[in-house]
């Protein structure tokens, strides 16, 4: 069976190295419908990507740079910003003579990695996915051979961000579930969307790592008039009193006055502030098989 990753994850894999190394193993690769990848060395006038694939020449034509929408025309700046990067592909044909050449799709690639891995998933499996880029919106993810898919921002975590960035950074491997797929069509099917925050644990199981007298650090996520708060864990907030020399996205050290889990609630003492420091990476309490449902709540 195939495994289907995010561009980039096999391209330095030995595997792939091999299936590069001759015209042999190419063909090889090709006749088996192996997933390759390699980087783009440029993009000529009419818009045909070009590789060097162990010496031998290969060009990607634009009609099989992407799997578009309803089979719309792909756009000019989406196979233009391929060059330099990673991309995924099967092999379409080879041609010897006068001299050998190979023409590749990244397309079909996408296809297969729709049929044989995306459409098996059910709304609530786990998925790998890699953030391609963040929008003030949400995080584009590409969830298989360069397959985008986003996760919105009120997605991404409990704790209420000011952006995506505030969790993420382009280039980042992350987990995320499935979480719908709506009326838009890619091909002849929904476009998917993405969910991150019932990874990340209820309220209980984050407010369990905490216990009242503690003093530890945390993130100024938003000043009302009424108090401060401030974020513990991506899914855990407390609150602590007004101060008018905080703003969102500080780091801080706090002081746990008390925990409430009758009423979800974590009084705080804000000791100190700080800048704020880089976004850490996501502590999962699901790793793997998939999330039926989700219950915010105490137990």
């Known amino acids: 069976m195939t495994t289907f990753f995010p561009e980039g994850t096999l391209l330095g894999s030995p595997e792939n190295k091999a299936a590069l190394s001759s015209l042999t193993a190419l063909e ?3 006749e088996h419908g192996k997933l390759l990848e390699a980087v783009a060395q ?3 006038s009419d818009l045909t990507l070009r590789f060097d694939l162990g010496g031998i020449p290969a060009y990607m034509p634009r009609e099989e740079v992407a799997l578009t929408e309803d089979d719309t025309p792909i756009r000019d700046i989406a196979v233009i910003t391929r060059v330099g990067k990673p991309c995924v592909f099967l092999i379409d044909r080879i041609v010897l003579s006068p001299e050998p050449h190979l023409y590749l799709s990244r397309k079909k690639a996408q296809e297969k990695c729709l049929e044989e ?3 098996t998933l059910e709304i609530g499996d786990l998925l790998p996915a890699k953030v391609t880029h963040l929008e003030p919106f949400g995080a584009f993810c ?3 051979c360069g397959i985008p898919s986003l996760i919105s921002i009120d997605c991404i975590s409990v704790s209420r961000i000011s952006h995506p960035s505030d969790r993420f950074f382009t280039g980042q491997e992350i987990l995320c579930a499935l979480r719908n ?3 838009c069509r890619l091909g002849k099917r929904g476009r998917i969307s993405l969910t991150h ?3 990340l644990g209820t309220w209980q199981e984050n407010a369990d790592r905490f216990r009242s007298g503690q003093t530890v650090m945390g993130i100024v996520r938003s000043v009302e ?3 401060v708060f401030i974020e513990l864990a991506p899914n855990l907030a407390g609150l602590a009193e007004y101060r008018d020399d905080v703003k969102p996205g500080d780091g801080c050290s706090v002081y746990i006055k008390s925990i409430l ?3 979800m609630k974590i009084k705080l003492v804000l000791i100190d502030t700080f800048p704020a420091p880089a976004p850490s990476p996501p502590e999962y309490f699901i790793r793997s098989g998939s999330i039926r449902e989700f219950h915010y709540a105490t137990t």
Do not use: V
Request: hydrophobic content about 20%; proline content about 4%.
């Open 142 to 144: 590409d969830i298989g």
């Open 225 to 227: 008039s009424y108090g």
């Open 28 to 30: 090889g690769a090709m």
């Open 261 to 263: 889990p009758q009423k």
């Open 42 to 44: 440029k993009c000529e």
């Open 181 to 183: 797929r709506d009326e």
């Open 197 to 199: 925050k019932e990874l």
């Open 117 to 119: 891995y995306l459409d």
